[in-house]
């Protein structure tokens, strides 16, 4: 973060030869807008479908969200007071391609800032070993109104972004996207010198509450999911049942041998696969608010109830496949706090992509009939230009 910050351009194309093998050059580091516009034309018809349709079930979301943000103005008979919402000015969205294009990931991010009215929304990816950007990540960069798109990827990404390049892209208000554990604390670093970040997003996780009613292979095939996202990733289901907590284990050994050698879930399982047994659902539901994982699965009876029991989760789904929930299909937004973050951040939606501010306004008359009381406050915690600050709208009435 701070050779980039000191160095500029020079230091991230250093970084990017050494971690993503690819010789960056200034004047070709930023995708030309007709490779954004050709884009479509790489995908099939069936996947542009498919993006549209993603796009369209976040987007609905995201405008309920924006509806709902109504500025609150409280006024009495000596003045008012208001909280009104702000859009950041700039965004920086971080799109991962390293082991998979996730331009989700894009969708996630660009949606909810245009629905909270950011004006101007800047992109870097990691440049494939051709040199080149993702085409799908462009594709959905082109379905987004996206114009600029910077092959750049890892903490670097984070960093030009927060700090802005020279001559290239300038910085951002905010910082969003999920990354691996580099990226994640290239973020909090970022958050540490006071620039705004999205939410703590580092590998993946999900927990899966399972009764003796859950279906196993559900179970199992759900902690795949988010196992294969990379080797770090965790994947854990409490069962209430010992019988069905075999029965998972069984079908996750199964499935796990299907799936191709070479996928990341070989090695997360291994590491970072759990499979527990809980003495009831109480004692489950307790231990997945510890944990604070960034996705809970609910497999069990009465799982819309159970739901309201989670107090500390990214995300609580009901019977549901998390899968969904990654590319869109609920509304939702696959952007969540990792790592027992969960405890107190949340998800991001369009008020991350904004600020409340507050508007106050006290008739001249009022500020003189407080200012004595005012005065006093202020003295009580031992602030005298305070105090003579409110004394001195006494004294323009005197004067």
Request: proline share 4%; aromatic share 6%.
């Amino acid at each position: 973060m701070r050779t980039v910050r000191e160095q500029g351009f020079g230091a991230v194309a250093k970084f990017t030869e050494q971690f993503d093998l690819v010789g960056l050059a200034f004047e070709s580091v930023q995708v030309p807008q007709s490779k954004i516009d050709g884009s479509l034309s790489a995908l099939s018809s069936g996947e542009r479908v498919a993006m549209l349709e993603m796009k369209e079930r976040i987007s609905s979301f995201c405008r309920a969200q924006a509806s709902a943000l109504q500025s609150i103005r409280m006024a009495s008979n000596d003045g008012w007071v208001s909280l009104v919402f702000e859009p950041l000015s700039r965004a920086g969205i971080y799109v991962p391609a390293g082991r998979a294009p996730l331009f989700s990931s894009l969708f996630m991010a660009a949606l909810p800032a245009q629905a909270a009215g950011v004006r101007e929304i800047i992109v870097c990816t990691p440049p494939q070993q051709d040199g080149e950007a993702d085409a799908r990540i462009l594709a959905a960069a082109k379905m987004c109104g996206i114009s600029k798109v910077f092959k750049i990827g890892g903490a670097q990404a984070i960093a030009s972004m927060a700090f802005g390049l020279q001559g290239l892209l300038p910085s951002c208000g905010i910082i969003c996207g999920p990354g691996n554990s580099f990226v994640n604390a290239a973020k909090m670093q970022c958050a540490a010198e006071g620039i705004r970040i999205d939410v703590p997003a580092g590998p993946s996780e999900v927990l899966i509450i399972a009764d003796e009613t859950a279906d196993a292979a559900f179970a199992a095939a759900d902690m795949l999911a988010q196992a294969e996202h990379g080797g770090g990733s965790a994947a854990i289901c409490i069962s209430a049942s010992e019988a069905k907590a075999r029965e998972v284990e069984f079908e996750l050994a199964r499935q796990l041998m299907q799936l191709p050698s070479f996928n990341p879930a070989h090695l997360s399982i291994p590491r970072w696969g759990r499979i527990w047994v809980a003495r009831d659902i109480q004692e489950a539901i307790g231990a997945a608010n510890e944990i604070a994982c960034e996705h809970v699965e609910l497999l069990c009876r009465d799982a819309e109830k159970r739901a309201a029991e989670i107090r500390n989760a990214g995300a609580v789904f009901i019977g549901t496949a998390e899968a969904f929930c990654d590319y869109g299909m609920s509304g939702g937004n696959h952007i969540l706090p990792t790592g027992s973050s969960a405890k107190s951040w949340g998800g991001v939606s369009v008020q991350t992509f904004g600020r409340w501010r507050y508007v106050d306004s006290l008739t001249r008359a009022s500020q003189r009939n407080l200012a004595q009381k005012t005065a006093l406050l202020a003295r009580m915690e031992g602030l005298e230009a305070h105090a003579r600050a409110a004394e001195q709208r006494v004294k323009e009435k005197d004067g």
